[in-house]
């Protein structure tokens, strides 16, 4: 699944990182993977020092334009600096990296706590809705081992990377829209929505997505979906 989504939504995912880690004023945060700064942001808003790498220079310059009074750097999440932080957080990371344990066991030698979020699984949130109005036009799938977005798979990963888990949160974000055109905006611009534009059309592609999305449908013409995040905190063994 992407981590895209339309603006805000991760709101309540942050507030909740932020909340099991007792992040507060002076307290000091390591951002892995920190894209344009937005869990920087609601980090710093809280009165936190907070750092931040990316491997992509543009987001490093988005994030430290939205939050001057972070620090940032381009940077691989397997060689952060070594702090030590009080909280490293990889939100919404793991499922983008090669090597997630690696990643993990990177941010324990940087931090006395660790804080990792991930999807739910597919079945759990309703943005597998968008996926099961294009499958008539993408094939049969491929069998797949089980995603990071697998709690016990999540788990086992942070326990091989040296870290004892505290807790497992779950989080339930919702995605709204206004209307029709907010929906499929993104869709049709991304390069899966554009793929399948060719091969089905725009106007049955924009069918097959708003009659598989009709449920989610609200009395104001919008749309809300409803999808499940977890959140893991661990320290060093």
């Not at 049969?140 to 697998?150: G, I, K, L, M």
């Amino acid at each position: 699944m992407s981590g895209e989504g339309p603006r805000g939504w991760g709101l309540p995912l942050y507030a909740d990182v932020l909340d099991a880690t007792a992040v507060g004023p002076g307290s000091s945060v390591l951002d892995l993977g920190c894209g344009t700064g937005l869990f920087a942001r609601a980090a710093a808003d809280r009165g936190a020092c907070v750092t931040g790498i990316d491997i992509d220079p543009v987001a490093i310059a988005l994030a430290a334009a939205d939050v001057p009074e972070g620090t940032f750097a381009v940077r691989t999440a397997q060689d952060p600096p070594l702090g030590p932080f009080d909280v490293v957080a990889a939100v919404q990371l793991l499922m983008h990296v090669a090597d997630p344990v690696a990643v993990l066991a990177a941010a324990a030698r940087s931090g006395e706590v660790v804080v990792a979020t991930v999807w739910g699984r597919e079945q759990e949130c309703d943005v597998r809705l968008f996926g099961e109005a294009l499958a008539p036009w993408l094939g049969p799938q491929r069998p797949a081992s089980p995603p990071v977005t697998d709690p016990d798979r999540l788990r086992g990963m942070a326990e091989r990377a040296g870290l004892v888990v505290v807790r497992l949160d779950e989080v339930t974000c919702p995605f709204e829209y206004a209307d029709e055109e907010e929906l499929l905006g993104p869709l049709f611009e991304s390069g899966l929505g554009r793929a399948v534009g060719r091969r089905a059309g725009p106007v049955a592609l924009r069918r097959a997505v708003l009659q598989r999305l009709a449920p989610r449908r609200t009395a104001a013409g919008g749309y809300r979906l409803l999808n499940l995040f977890r959140v893991l905190v661990a320290r060093a063994a």
